[in-house]
């Protein structure tokens, strides 16, 4: 079996954070990409290169109403 890499991408606290996670194979990082929470997410094979990419859109800020 290949081993795979899933890098996430998240912003905390305005700052890019970077997290790498290994699996045995493509079915189990792919469901583990599918269901992260992260700004983006690539999974790369034994080989370096990138084989799934998810770009999440960021959450709009909450517009607090003002009264004139």
């Known amino acids: 079996m290949s ?3 899933v890098r996430l991408h998240q ?3 305005g700052v890019l954070i970077a997290f790498n996670h290994f699996f045995e194979s493509f079915e189990e990082a792919k469901v583990f990409a599918d ?3 992260a ?3 690539k999974i790369y094979n034994q080989n370096n290169e990138v084989v799934h990419a ?3 859109e960021p959450t709009p800020p909450v ?3 003002t009264y004139a």
């Open 35 to 37: 269901s992260a929470d």
């Open 63 to 65: 517009v607090q109403p």
């Open 54 to 56: 998810v770009v999440n």
């Open 39 to 41: 700004s983006g997410v």
């Open 11 to 13: 912003w905390q606290n």
């Open 3 to 5: 081993k795979h890499k």
